[in-house]
């Protein structure tokens, strides 16, 4: 069945340096693919997010970027700071709403 | 960007009982509300689908009679958990599209424990 794969699981990083995620995904017709944060005790929060007829996309310290012949991609955090210390989620979807989520990695931003 | 609220944010409730939990999209209407469960270090997992007007679409696996939803204005969806027990304790999200093209905002969850 379709599947998000997503690497690593936990990612320690210093604070200042970049951090990148990522994912691969199975079904060749997916076509939405978004970012998740979520903290711990709330819900996920949509931070950046990208469509297939687009090859990378930024918002300030973050960016993602999508390659489609190989079916993957990535989440590119820069700078990073304490508070982007979270859970972050990969998801992909071809079909309105139907999400297809990774597993989750837990970024930790050391001081 | 769009707002989901969800209430309450925990509830603790004895064993049997019944617990209602609200998702409203406060600044759009949505056609499409997700209830989605979520286990400890797990992501999240898809309990059902809500439509405004028309019965949800529960996933397999998911009871249906056990988790009641009803959907019955554009902004507000409910989920229902009936005679609940122990293993029902969990974190409860919900979601909301803002339209069709598949951008969903999530509600804060909620914290269920039943003793």
């Known amino acids: 069945g379709e599947n998000v794969e997503q690497h690593p699981s936990t990612l320690s990083v210093q604070e200042g340096d970049s951090a990148v995620i990522k994912c691969t995904y199975s079904?060749?017709?997916?076509?939405?693919f978004p970012w998740y944060k979520q903290e711990l005790g709330k819900g996920p929060q949509l931070i950046i997010d990208?469509?297939?007829n687009v090859g990378e996309k930024k918002d300030q310290r973050i960016a993602v970027t999508l390659n489609k012949t190989a079916k993957h991609f990535s989440l590119h955090i820069t700078e990073t700071q304490p508070e982007d210390s979270a859970v972050y989620f990969c998801?992909?979807?071809?079909?309105?709403?139907?999400?297809?989520w990774g597993a989750g990695t837990k970024l930790i931003i050391k001081p | 960007g769009a707002v989901v609220s969800q209430h309450p944010s925990w509830v603790i409730c004895k064993s049997g009982t019944s617990v209602k939990i609200e998702c409203r999209s406060l600044?759009?209407?949505?056609?499409?509300m997700f209830w989605y469960r979520q286990f400890p270090k797990q992501s999240l997992m898809l309990m059902a689908t809500?439509?405004?007007?028309?019965?949800?679409?529960?996933e397999q696996g998911v009871e249906k009679d056990k988790f009641l939803i009803n959907h019955a204005s554009l902004t507000l969806s409910t989920l229902t958990v009936t005679s609940a027990h122990p293993e029902d304790s969990s974190f409860y999200i919900c979601?909301?599209?803002?339209?069709?093209?598949?951008?969903?905002?999530f509600g804060e969850g909620s914290r269920l424990t039943v003793l």
């Open positions: 990208i469509r297939s």
């Open positions: 979601s909301a599209a803002r339209d069709r093209a598949g951008e969903l905002f």
């Open positions: 809500s439509n405004e007007g028309s019965k949800a679409t529960y």
């Open positions: 079904d060749s017709a997916s076509n939405y």
């Open positions: 600044d759009f209407q949505a056609t499409t």
């Open positions: 998801a992909a979807s071809r079909r309105n709403y139907q999400l297809i």
